[in-house]
């Protein structure tokens, strides 16, 4: 079992930035790869972007690439998205999840174990 806890939502202003964490306990974090999805009020929650277990690659929707950078720190069991350059549709719960597999599947909900229970990034002027 794998715990993920997200922080670091709010409330900002378009063009602000913010990042987000998330916090992972349980099983060795490092066997998983992670990913960030988001869920808009009214819509199917959408992949954001992800990273594999060593950190070594990173893939974008493409509405966040260039905006969004994803990392990790395996030390310290934490996964993060920087977001920059914020947009009133980036608007949604954002979560975390992670997965023992890594393959070409990183951007499907099915295809991750474990979820976070999600935080809200409100973008508005």
């Known amino acids: 079992q794998v715990h993920l806890v997200e922080s670091g939502g709010g409330l900002v202003q378009p063009g602000e930035s913010l990042r987000l964490s998330c916090a992972a306990s349980g099983r060795t974090f490092s066997n998983y790869a992670m990913g960030w999805f988001r869920q808009a009020p009214g819509k199917e929650r959408e992949f954001v972007a992800a990273i594999s277990w060593s950190g070594g690659s990173t893939s974008y929707a493409n509405s966040v690439k260039g905006r969004f950078t994803i990392s990790r720190v395996n030390a310290k069991n934490t996964v993060y998205v920087q977001m920059n350059s914020l947009k009133p549709e980036d608007t949604a719960v954002y979560y975390c999840?992670?997965?023992?597999?890594?393959?070409?599947?990183?951007?499907?909900?099915?295809?991750?174990?474990?979820w976070g229970q999600g935080t809200q990034v409100t973008v508005s002027s």
């Open positions: 999840a992670a997965t023992l597999g890594g393959g070409s599947s990183y951007y499907r909900t099915d295809e991750y174990q474990y």
